[in-house]
């Protein structure tokens, strides 16, 4: 009994290619494959767009630290203002005191009225009445339109 046995049995599929053989074996170096003149472009457009960027940026961040100390000296002097502001309100609260008022007025040789003396108001004179213009006048009973 001597039979062969087929080790690939038939699928219906057809046989599979033999692998192509690789034209550089593995573990060698491949050789470097070389970029183009348009390959170099690209690069340096893109390094140029990222250095105009920084640049950008970089202005960006001047401008914002120099308007930062511009409002640091303004808050500054907002405060001095106000604080200003609140010695000169105090200042004429204290000016405009009625006792320091009748000792200043005093010292000028002004002194107080004793009599209050209201000023005489004109009165108004009704104007005269006219009268109504003459001629026929429409009345309820005369009026057009009523039975």
Do not use: Y
Request: glycine share 8%; hydrophobic share 40%.
């Amino acid at each position: 009994m001597s039979a062969l046995v087929n080790p690939f049995p038939s699928t219906g599929q057809p046989a599979p290619h033999p692998p192509v053989p690789r034209r550089f074996p593995r573990g060698v170096p491949t050789p470097a494959r070389r970029v183009g003149p348009t390959g170099w472009g690209f690069v340096v457009a893109c390094a140029g767009m990222l250095a105009t960027a920084l640049l950008g940026l970089l202005g960006l961040n001047v401008a914002i630290s120099s308007q930062s100390f511009t409002v640091d000296s303004l808050e500054s002097r907002r405060t001095l203002v106000a604080e200003q502001r609140d010695a000169l309100r105090v200042e004429v609260a204290r000016l405009g005191a009625p006792q320091l008022l009748d000792t200043r007025a005093r010292a000028l040789g002004m002194v107080p009225g004793d009599v209050r003396v209201p000023l005489p108001t004109p009165t108004p004179t009704p104007a005269p009445a006219q009268s109504p213009p003459a001629g026929p006048t429409a009345t309820a009973e005369t009026a057009p339109g009523t039975p």
